[in-house]
């Protein structure tokens, strides 16, 4: 009886996907404040994106896309960065892989908020810290299909919605 009651334990680790999307850097981590280098020139900052790295993506990944997204700001939130169309064999972007005429790791960059297909940093107004949301996510195509018709705050909405697995990390940053 005792073997059968741990082989019913162990059923659900038996079916648990053998991937999980992990995303790293070495320059944001989740709860701590953007460097300067890496938010925008009215706040001191270079405009730089950081540098990022994912692994642990599932077999059938034949792209990647990446977004950068602060859901505090007015209006519903604001797209800061998005590339879509990332080779499947890219699992990194150095830092500034996201200034104006680069593309990113072999992918494309899709307009953002301002209207950018490149790299805008965290520029919030006075008050509470943002947070942003930087995610990879793994697509199941070699392109992104977003229709043409969606806005940079539609991106994130398509992404997840289409994704095979996804992985973010949430820097904060407010301005002083």
Same mark, same amino acid.
């Given at each position: ?6 082989? !019913? ?6 079916? *648990? ?7 790293? #850097? +070495? ?7 953007? !460097? ?6 009215? +706040? $001191? ?15 059938? @990944?034949?792209?990647?896309?990446? @977004?950068?997204?602060?859901?505090? !700001?007015?209006? $519903? ?12 064999? *890219? *699992?990194?972007?150095? +830092? ?5 005429? @680069?593309?990113? $790791?072999?992918? #494309? ?17 006075? $008050? ?6 930087? *995610? ?41």
């Amino acid at each position: 009886m005792p073997r059968l009651l741990l082989a !019913a334990a162990l059923l659900p680790m038996a079916v *648990t996907p053998a991937f999980a999307l992990d995303l790293k #850097s +070495q320059d944001v981590a989740t709860g701590e404040s953007f !460097a300067a280098r890496f938010v925008c020139p009215d +706040q $001191g900052g270079k405009n730089i994106s950081p540098e990022l790295s994912w692994s642990g993506a599932p077999a059938a @990944t034949k792209s990647f896309a990446l @977004t950068m997204f602060d859901p505090d !700001a007015p209006h $519903g939130g604001f797209l800061h960065w998005a590339v879509v169309d990332i080779p499947a064999a *890219t *699992t990194s972007l150095p +830092q500034n892989a996201g200034a104006a005429g @680069t593309p990113p $790791g072999g992918g #494309s960059g899709y307009p953002n908020g301002v209207g950018h297909a490149f790299y805008d940093g965290p520029c919030p107004p006075a $008050g509470p810290a943002h947070h942003y949301h930087i *995610t990879v996510y793994a697509m199941p195509g070699a392109h992104a299909g977003i229709p043409p018709d969606t806005g940079p705050r539609g991106v994130t909405i398509w992404l997840k919605k289409h994704a095979l697995a996804a992985a973010e990390i949430v820097p904060v940053f407010g301005k002083k």
